[in-house]
């Protein structure tokens, strides 16, 4: 049934262009069209994306087509990245997953870099950092998933640059992945990570598991890096090192990502 009604954001369609997960969201394109798939309906009734570049020429609900949707979309300058807000009816369209429509004036195009996120997430991914092998022995690398492998050094690191548009204080949770070869999650790594002038040293550990579309297939946990505080809006730099790494664990760093969170 849902296919039935929906089945345009699905067929002929290809991968959304947003390279990292959003909350609450899913999404597929198809040449000028967007199409925002939400898991849940909004409580303050609005969809707000934060990086879209291109020009959005209409909002609708896949179900009511007819209806457009009041929005506003600002362009990126010295006060953060573009921003789209798209106001919902307040009833949910489907009773299962609701479908957005967005007609562009041309493709898609998202701002580069780690963007916060609407709901003040900053999401450090691996495959978004800059990885720093070590000049020889094992080197750092990504897997197929965007993790981290082939981290059995303290010669590897891996380095990201961010911006926050929103200063305030933030619980970093530091999220390690369940080897492809491991029948359970394993820590045991010693880790450091430097982050606006400040250090924070950890033994990687798990203190909860990530409930994310990746975890439900890659396992991870997290394990607590304390608070960092932000007094100013800009860009800042992230590195994460590893002063011992665990022998128990024959996979070694399986990092997929840092988040802040407010």
């Not at 195009?109 to 900053?122: D, R, T």
């Not at 949770?173 to 982050?195: F, N």
């Amino acid at each position: 049934a849902w296919m039935q009604r929906n089945g345009e954001a699905i067929y002929g369609t290809e991968a959304g262009p947003f390279p990292y997960e959003i909350e609450n969201c899913r999404f597929t394109q198809k040449g000028r069209r967007l199409y925002v798939m939400l898991m849940k309906w909004p409580r303050t009734r609005k969809l707000t994306l934060v990086g879209l570049k291109t020009k959005v020429r209409q909002a609708r609900l896949l179900t009511a087509p007819d209806a457009e949707l009041p929005f506003t979309q600002t362009s990126a300058d010295g006060n953060g990245p573009g921003r789209l807000e798209v106001k919902l009816p307040a009833k949910k369209a489907d009773p299962y997953v609701s479908v957005i429509i967005l007609d562009l004036e041309a493709p898609a195009e998202i701002e580069p870099g780690i963007l916060q996120q609407p709901s003040g997430k900053i999401e450090l991914n691996a495959f978004m950092g800059q990885l720093h092998p070590s000049r020889s022995g094992r080197q750092i690398r990504l897997n197929p998933i965007g993790a981290t492998e082939n981290w059995f050094t303290r010669s590897n690191s891996i380095s990201w640059t961010f911006t926050v548009t929103t200063p305030d204080t933030y619980r970093i949770e530091v999220g390690i992945v369940r080897g492809r070869r491991q029948e359970k999650w394993l820590g045991g790594h010693k880790l450091t990570l430097a982050i606006n002038g400040r250090k924070a040293t950890r033994r990687i550990r798990a203190q909860a598991r990530r409930d994310t579309p990746r975890a439900q297939y890659f396992p991870e946990a997290i394990t607590r890096f304390g608070t960092v505080t932000f007094k100013k809006p800009g860009v800042y730099k992230a590195r994460l090192t590893a002063d011992e790494i665990s022998p128990k664990n024959p996979e070694g760093v399986l990092l997929t990502s840092i988040e802040l969170l407010p």
